[in-house]
């Protein structure tokens, strides 16, 4: 599977952004998907997954009550809406894909087996 991530940009501290993930593929249904980050520097970090269903999801306890992940099957595409954004959020962002036997959420880099591209969020404060 390809994973093309877009929607990154500059945004003011406290403000707003959604990043998506297209995927190619007729499988994506199967695929548990998730979002991380790499700061200048720093190590890339899980920020939000979600289960090939979109019932089930998790986050990394920087971003929880501020960013939400979900999926649209019928486009191939999972999101990150990123709200309350702050300076530390700044970074490279990442959407992964793997496809599982079982219904889970994937929280560490080395579980996902597709990478995207990055898209670059800019936060000023």
């Known amino acids: 599977v390809q994973l093309q991530a877009s929607g990154g940009g500059l945004v003011q501290a406290g403000g707003s952004l959604r990043l998506s993930c297209a995927a190619s593929?007729?499988?994506?249904?199967?695929?548990?998907m998730g979002w991380f980050r790499q700061a200048p520097g720093k190590e890339r970090d899980f920020v939000a997954g979600i289960n090939w269903s979109g019932s089930s999801t998790t986050y990394a306890d920087s971003v929880k009550d501020r960013f939400t992940i979900s999926r649209d099957d019928a486009k191939n595409t999972v999101y990150l809406q990123m709200n309350s954004l702050k300076a530390e959020d700044t970074a490279v962002y990442y959407c992964?894909?793997?496809?599982?036997?079982?219904?889970?959420?994937?929280?560490?880099?080395?579980?996902?087996?597709?990478w995207g591209q990055g898209t670059l969020v800019t936060v000023s404060s």
């Open positions: 593929g007729r499988t994506f249904r199967s695929y548990a």
């Open positions: 992964a894909a793997v496809a599982l036997p079982f219904s889970g959420v994937v929280s560490v880099a080395r579980g996902y087996a597709y």
